[in-house]
């Protein structure tokens, strides 16, 4: 079996609210990402877990990006999908699933218990 998500410790209370706000070639305007900016700027954001974007990402679709400066490689951005716990100033918490949209075609049910 392979792991498809890793928890990074954050406690998530019961039955949370879900905001799905994955980056989308269907956001016309990139309304729903300055949306999910907007929201998560209105409180703490604390990191609940990542999943595994090799099996769930088509990096064919999604390639990562590539930082050049005067011709070298500085850096690589590899897409992610995050879950991360949204508190607000009144207490309120929702999670919120963040990144990659594009499921890999590799993926099927032998992966996943």
């Not at 100033?89 to 499921?103: M, N, P, T, Y």
């Amino acid at each position: 079996m392979i792991d498809l998500f890793t928890l990074d410790g954050a406690e998530v209370p019961p039955a949370p609210v879900l905001v799905c706000a994955v980056d989308s070639w269907v956001d016309a305007g990139l309304g729903a990402a300055r949306a999910r900016a907007e929201l998560l700027g209105t409180g703490t954001v604390t990191p609940v877990g990542r999943f595994d974007t090799e099996l769930l990402v088509d990096h064919q679709a999604r390639r990562p990006v590539v930082h050049l400066d005067d011709g070298l490689c500085t850096g690589v951005d590899w897409p992610e999908l995050v879950l991360q716990l949204l508190t607000d100033g009144d207490g309120r918490q929702a999670l919120v699933l963040s990144g990659a949209d594009r499921k890999s075609t590799r993926l099927n049910s032998s992966h996943v218990a």
